[in-house]
C-alpha cells in the first residue's frame, strides 16, 4: 500500500520559517492536502491541492511539491503554530486516503 | 454554520457494543461523504472507513473491515460508527470528517470535535 514518509519532529525559532516535508512515490501525480492537530483538538485543514489554503488560514502557510516530495511552510513562525502536522494524499489504487505519521513542530 | 458535532466521550467494559455519532448542519447531509479516523494515545490519524449519507454506499479500509460498522441516518443528517464487541485496543479519539466535493482525490475539510472510546475492565 501506499506510504507517505514525515519527520517525526521539526524545530524551529519564532519569526523563522518551518519546512515539513512529506515523501511519497510519485507523489507529484496526486493532490497533497495538510492538517494541523493543535494538542487536545480536532485536525485543521490548513492547505489542500498541494498550495490552497482555505480561509481563514493566514498567508503564513503555504504549499509545494517537487519530486517525491510534499512540503508545508511554515513562515514567520509563531508560538501558536505549535501543533503536529499530517499531510494526506488518496491512494489510487484502493481508492483509500492514506495519512503521513505526523510531525511535531516545536517553536523554541 | 457548517459543523459536524460528535457524541460525547465513553467508558465501556470489553466485550460491549457501542454506537457513536456525528450530526451534520449548516450543509446539504446527503451529497457530501462522511468518514471515520481513529486516533490511538499519542499517535496518528488511522482511515477507517467512509460513507456517503446519501445512498448510504460504505468503503471501509482493510485494516478496520469487519471490526466496525458505519452507517448513516440522512433524515436526522447523523453518521454512526460501531463496534460489536469492543476491546482495550479499541481506545482511542475517533473523528468524523466531511470530505470536500471535488469529483476526486479532496481534502477533509470538516472534523467533527471528536469522541473519546476507552475500554477498560
Known amino acids: 500500500s501506499y506510504v507517505l514518509t514525515q519527520p517525526p519532529s521539526v524545530s524551529v525559532a519564532p519569526g523563522k520559517t518551518a519546512r515539513i516535508t512529506c515523501e511519497g512515490n510519485?507523489?507529484?501525480?496526486?493532490?497533497v492536502h495538510w492538517y494541523q492537530q493543535k494538542p487536545g483538538q480536532a485536525p485543521v485543514l490548513v492547505i489542500y491541492?498541494?498550495?490552497d489554503r482555505p480561509s481563514g488560514i493566514p498567508e503564513r502557510f503555504s504549499g509545494s511539491k517537487s519530486g517525491n516530495t510534499a512540503t508545508l511552510t511554515i513562515s514567520r513562525v509563531e508560538a501558536g503554530d505549535e501543533a503536529d502536522y499530517y499531510c494526506q494524499v488518496w491512494d489510487s489504487s484502493s481508492d483509500n486516503p492514506i495519512f503521513g505519521g505526523g510531525t511535531k513542530l516545536t517553536v523554541l | 454554520e457548517v459543523q459536524l458535532v460528535q457524541s460525547g466521550a465513553e467508558v465501556k467494559k470489553p466485550g460491549e457494543s457501542l454506537k457513536i455519532s456525528c450530526k451534520g448542519s449548516?450543509?446539504?447531509?446527503?451529497?457530501?461523504?462522511i468518514g471515520w479516523v481513529r486516533q490511538m494515545p499519542g499517535k496518528g490519524l488511522e482511515w477507517m472507513g467512509i460513507i456517503y449519507p446519501g445512498d448510504s454506499d460504505t468503503r471501509y479500509s482493510p485494516s478496520f473491515q469487519g471490526q466496525v460498522t458505519i452507517s448513516a441516518d440522512k433524515s436526522i443528517s447523523t453518521a454512526y460508527l460501531q463496534w460489536s464487541g469492543l476491546k482495550a485496543s479499541d481506545t482511542a479519539m475517533y473523528y468524523c470528517?466531511?470530505?470536500?466535493?471535488?469529483?476526486?482525490?479532496?481534502?477533509?475539510?470538516?472534523w467533527g470535535q471528536g469522541t473519546l472510546v476507552a475500554v477498560s475492565s
Open positions: 491541492y498541494d498550495s
Open positions: 470528517a466531511r470530505k470536500h466535493n471535488c469529483g476526486g482525490d479532496c481534502a477533509f475539510d470538516i
Open positions: 449548516g450543509y446539504s447531509f446527503t451529497t457530501y461523504w
Open positions: 510519485n507523489i507529484g501525480t496526486k493532490n
